[in-house]
Nanobody, 123 residues
């Protein structure tokens, strides 16, 4: 069993920055491929970014490429999402989860979702 908790959301003006954190607690010594998704009101939960357990591989949705950076600190069991040059269309609840399948873009290939953290970008 893995417990995931996100934090760091908030209200920011367009062009600003936020850093989200995701702590995944499970068996000591186990590291997981992790991903961030987001869900705006009335929309599907979409892939944002993912990172391999070692941190060597990272992936981004086209909509955030060049603005968001995913990273991790395995000593702290924490994955980060640095979000720069935020836009109003980035407004959503951001979720972190453990990747259990092979396709990092598919929601169905993730489990152990956190409760989400709200990000609101004002224009």
């Amino acid at each position: 069993q893995v417990h995931v908790v996100e934090s760091g959301g908030g209200l920011v003006q367009a062009g600003g920055s936020l850093r989200l954190s995701c702590v995944a607690s499970g068996r000591p010594g186990n590291y997981y491929d992790m991903g961030w998704f987001r869900q705006a009101p009335g929309k599907e939960r979409d892939f944002v970014s993912s990172i391999s357990w070692s941190g060597q591989s990272t992936y981004y949705a086209d909509s955030v490429k060049g603005r968001f950076t995913i990273s991790r600190d395995n000593a702290k069991n924490t994955v980060y999402l640095q979000m720069n040059r935020l836009k109003p269309e980035d407004t959503a609840v951001y979720y972190c989860a453990v990747q259990i399948g092979t396709n990092y873009e598919l929601r169905a290939h993730y489990d152990y979702w956190g409760q989400g953290t709200q990000v609101t970008v004002s224009s």
